[in-house]
């Protein structure tokens, strides 16, 4: 077997389970959404990336990049087209937490499970804080909602 390499992943979904209103989900048959297939609908479909932008921040190639998306979309139409559940989990992923120093506008990531970093790598200060991905720039863009402003 080939090494497998760790797709990147800037944010873990918020619900993990979506099921049709009105079917006790024992009826259902449920679909599992991995979550670097749902990165990649969240940065191709949602922020509106280009697969090799993509890729590139997924780590991976830009062909495995359109299979993982490919993927992605099929299991989606799925359970839109004939209501079945979805459950995002599992995936040969990376997850990264992002943090900025405000001393010296350093941005770094770390692993998730490491805890909170002591101190800024670059200049050694502890005034840094984490910052969300999805809220690049936006304030108001919070929980995936769109924001006024365009943002
Ligand atoms: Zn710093």
Known sequence: MRPYKCRKVEQEPEIKFFKPNGIPAKLLEKIVLTVDEFEAVRLADLNGLYHEEAAEKMNISRQTFGNIISSARYKIADCLVNAKALKIEGGEIEMKRNF????????????????????????????????????????????????????
């Open 100 to 151: 900025f120093c405000s001393g010296c506008k350093n941005t770094w990531d770390e692993p998730f499970g490491t805890g909170r970093p002591e101190k800024c790598p670059k200049c050694g200060d502890k005034n840094f804080r984490r910052v969300n991905n999805r809220n690049e720039g936006c304030e108001r863009g919070r929980k995936g909602r769109r924001c006024s402003n365009g943002g």
